[in-house]
């Protein structure tokens, strides 16, 4: 019986301040699901049949009864990928039984804040909607099935999930308040806000647990993300920190690894994902791991070493869908384009993100296979529609692709409004200053563009915006070094942007060639007649009029001077 994600019964209202807005339209309000898009792929593909309707349990037997009565005694140890709440001391009666099968691998891989495979994922969601359709009043429930959700839309790419995970989450908080003792939901919505690129709003989350719980290590990742997303790398690192020094593991190696990527230090977070990869025994939490090392050579232009390591990623875990899409950019780099459009493909069909759709059209564009990218970009724009409905905020990867392929005006408007939310990341700055840049606004692009580099943590993409906008306001040193430095870093960073890199710093290097002579009137051209001259008269004409020495390098392609 499939068990993915179903409906949870409607939240009743309640006006306490932990409690955010309801976003829900009435048709959700009788338990109903709203209209859906086909839903999220099975753990293996193919994708899955679409969940069943919601609809009361059976009456649990009496060895159901037992089995999901242990399992709320641990469910209040979970909450996903870096969204843990771990069971006070005072609340256990002993050890609790074990919980069979995908369940307790989902709590043994979740209560140490890493991820969980995709099919015990599945498991544990199914088992907690079966447990509150009969138990609506356990809000650590409540806030374990909603922080699944969150997990799963973005594993899956399937952004109609971040609704029912909000309505699980403000269920728990009505059964629950935040400042009564529930953390758990409040991390929940800071990871939904996280997923949904509301950066703001996870940041106020994860501070308002922070505040009360210091020592709670849930809180820390959701911190990272929204620090990360706002531009404000300091307080990132120091949330990395103190999650490694509340919480270490391998998940905190891979937070650290991050942070070094961040601040530039490829050496160090190339040794600690390593590292991490090493320690790492799950196949979900190895394949993280070798994917973040995959994701680093590839940043080095080692594009051989990328598709090795994306490789071991699916050999470990052949769920793990993001390495197809790695894999696929590598590939192309190696000029194995069938190999990359192949994974690009398989890639989609199971996890159908817009950046992989504008990745593989901007290769077709690149392969001149313009119906392809153009239905590519068609399909991303369709995507991004979409996810905007559930409210996730995808104006970063908007305004990117309507600058290098629509419009460049409308892009600028996008993402000075992200700028203005204090989205100021590096991705951002670069963004904007590329936009701006395109729409021909160059000098107020430079801004912008220099702030993204000097992160310390810029790309090849990075340094070719700032190289190309200072080519564009005439500064060739800078812009020669910079082109020099995307190129240096990964040759192939882009297949539409690299090409373009050398062929504006072949252009820098070239010598700047002398004006042109005006070139003689052809021979056959009829000559108006002239009258005759004393030969003395003509020699000194002729001296006079002899045209100075031409530059060495001009002599192959000028006729000499007649003697």
């Not at 940043?299 to 899409?325: C, F, I, M, N």
């Not at 700028?419 to 100021?424: K, L, Q």
């Given at each position: 019986?499939?068990?993915?994600?179903?409906?949870?019964?409607?939240?009743?209202?309640?006006?306490?301040?932990?409690?955010?807005?309801?976003?829900?339209?009435?048709?959700?309000?009788?338990?109903?699901?709203?209209?859906?898009?086909?839903?999220?792929?099975?753990?293996?593909?193919?994708?899955?049949?679409?969940?069943?309707?919601?609809?009361?349990?059976?009456?649990?037997?009496?060895?159901?009864?037992?089995?999901?009565?242990?399992?709320?005694m641990?469910?209040?140890?979970?909450?996903?990928?870096?969204?843990?709440v771990?069971?006070?001391?005072?609340?256990?009666?002993?050890?609790?039984?074990?919980?069979?099968?995908?369940?307790?691998?989902?709590?043994?891989?979740?209560?140490?804040?890493?991820?969980?495979?995709?099919?015990?994922?599945?498991?544990?969601?199914?088992?907690?909607?079966?447990?509150?359709?009969?138990?609506?009043?356990?809000?650590?429930?409540?806030?374990?099935?909603?922080?699944?959700?969150?997990e799963?839309?973005?594993?899956?790419?399937?952004?109609?999930?971040?609704?029912?995970?909000?309505?699980?989450?403000?269920?728990?908080?009505?059964?629950?308040?935040?400042?009564?003792?529930?953390?758990?939901?409040?991390?929940?919505?800071?990871?939904?806000?996280?997923?949904?690129?509301?950066?703001?709003?996870?940041?106020?989350?994860?501070?308002?647990?922070?505040?009360?719980?210091?020592?709670?290590?849930?809180?820390y990742?959701?911190?990272?993300?929204?620090?990360?997303?706002?531009?404000d790398?300091?307080?990132?690192?120091?949330?990395a920190?103190?999650?490694?020094?509340?919480?270490?593991?391998?998940?905190?190696?891979?937070?650290?690894?991050?942070?070094?990527?961040?601040?530039?230090?490829?050496?160090?977070?190339?040794?600690?994902?390593?590292?991490?990869?090493?320690?790492?025994?799950?196949?979900?939490?190895?394949?993280?791991?070798?994917?973040?090392?995959?994701?680093?050579?590839?940043?080095?232009g080692?594009?051989?070493?990328?598709?090795?390591?994306?490789?071991?990623?699916?050999?470990?875990?052949?769920?793990?869908?993001?390495?197809?899409?790695?894999?696929?950019?590598?590939?192309?780099?190696?000029?194995?384009?069938?190999?990359?459009?192949?994974?690009?493909?398989?890639?989609?069909?199971?996890?159908?993100?817009?950046?992989?759709?504008?990745?593989?059209?901007?290769?077709?564009?690149?392969?001149?296979?313009?119906?392809?990218?153009?239905?590519?970009?068609?399909?991303?724009?369709?995507?991004?529609?979409?996810?905007?409905?559930?409210?996730?905020?995808?104006?970063?990867?908007?305004?990117?692709?309507?600058?290098?392929?629509?419009?460049?005006?409308?892009?600028?408007?996008?993402?000075?409004?992200?700028?203005?939310?204090?989205?100021?990341?590096?991705a951002?700055?670069?963004?904007?200053?590329?936009?701006?840049?395109?729409?021909?606004?160059?000098?107020?692009?430079?801004?912008?563009?220099?702030?993204?580099?000097?992160?310390?943590?810029?790309?090849?993409?990075?340094?070719?915006?700032?190289?190309?906008?200072?080519?564009?306001?005439?500064?060739?040193?800078?812009?020669?070094?910079?082109?020099?430095?995307?190129?240096r870093?990964?040759?192939?960073?882009?297949?539409?942007?690299?090409?373009?890199?050398?062929?504006t710093?072949?252009?820098?290097?070239?010598?700047?060639?002398?004006?042109?002579?005006?070139?003689?009137?052809?021979?056959?051209?009829?000559?108006?007649?002239?009258?005759?001259?004393?030969?003395?008269?003509?020699q000194?004409?002729?001296?006079?009029?002899?045209?100075?020495?031409?530059?060495?390098?001009?002599?192959?392609?000028?006729?000499?001077?007649?003697?």
């Amino acid at each position: 019986m499939d068990v993915m994600p179903q409906q949870p019964p409607e939240p009743s209202r309640s006006d306490h301040p932990d409690r955010p807005p309801r976003t829900s339209s009435p048709s959700e309000s009788c338990g109903g699901f709203p209209p859906q898009a086909p839903s999220a792929p099975d753990p293996e593909p193919p994708p899955g049949p679409a969940p069943e309707p919601w609809e009361e349990p059976p009456p649990a037997s009496l060895h159901t009864t037992l089995r999901r009565a242990a399992f709320g005694m641990v469910a209040a140890a979970v909450l996903v990928t870096g969204a843990v709440v771990a069971v006070p001391d005072d609340d256990k009666k002993g050890a609790p039984p074990s919980v069979p099968g995908g369940v307790s691998r989902a709590l043994a891989a979740t209560n140490t804040g890493s991820p969980a495979s995709l099919s015990d994922l599945k498991a544990m969601i199914g088992d907690r909607q079966s447990w509150v359709g009969t138990h609506p009043s356990d809000a650590r429930s409540w806030a374990v099935l909603g922080t699944a959700y969150v997990e799963w839309g973005q594993r899956s790419a399937d952004a109609a999930y971040y609704r029912r995970a909000e309505q699980a989450l403000t269920r728990s908080l009505d059964v629950q308040p935040g400042d009564r003792g529930n953390a758990a939901a409040l991390v929940g919505l800071a990871a939904l806000a996280n997923a949904r690129h509301d950066f703001v709003t996870a940041k106020k989350w994860g501070e308002t647990v922070r505040a009360r719980q210091p020592k709670d290590w849930t809180a820390y990742p959701v911190l990272i993300d929204a620090y990360n997303g706002l531009g404000d790398y300091a307080a990132a690192g120091k949330a990395a920190e103190k999650f490694t020094a509340l919480r270490s593991g391998v998940p905190a190696l891979s937070r650290t690894a991050q942070m070094y990527r961040t601040q530039g230090r490829r050496e160090d977070a190339l040794a600690t994902a390593q590292i991490a990869a090493n320690r790492a025994t799950a196949p979900a939490e190895k394949a993280d791991c070798l994917h973040r090392l995959g994701e680093l050579a590839w940043e080095q232009g080692q594009p051989e070493k990328a598709v090795t390591q994306y490789s071991a990623a699916l050999r470990t875990d052949r769920a793990h869908h993001p390495s197809l899409a790695g894999r696929a950019r590598a590939l192309a780099a190696l000029g194995r384009t069938d190999d990359a459009q192949r994974d690009y493909l398989a890639a989609l069909s199971r996890l159908p993100r817009p950046e992989y759709m504008l990745e593989l059209g901007e290769l077709y564009e690149a392969l001149g296979l313009d119906s392809d990218s153009l239905g590519q970009y068609a399909r991303l724009r369709k995507s991004l529609a979409r996810a905007d409905g559930y409210g996730v905020d995808d104006a970063l990867l908007l305004g990117r692709f309507e600058a290098d392929h629509g419009d460049a005006a409308a892009a600028v408007k996008l993402l000075q409004a992200e700028w203005g939310r204090h989205h100021r990341s590096a991705a951002v700055a670069d963004a904007l200053g590329w936009a701006l840049h395109r729409s021909g606004d160059a000098q107020s692009a430079l801004t912008y563009a220099q702030q993204a580099t000097d992160t310390g943590g810029g790309t090849a993409l990075y340094a070719y915006h700032l190289g190309m906008i200072e080519r564009g306001l005439g500064n060739d040193a800078p812009a020669r070094r910079h082109l020099e430095e995307a190129l240096r870093a990964n040759p192939h960073f882009s297949p539409l942007a690299a090409p373009s890199a050398q062929e504006t710093l072949d252009a820098l290097r070239r010598p700047p060639s002398a004006a042109p002579e005006t070139p003689a009137p052809p021979a056959d051209e009829p000559q108006e007649p002239q009258e005759p001259q004393d030969p003395r008269e003509q020699q000194g004409l002729q001296d006079a009029s002899a045209p100075p020495a031409r530059p060495a390098a001009l002599h192959h392609a000028q006729p000499r001077p007649r003697t």
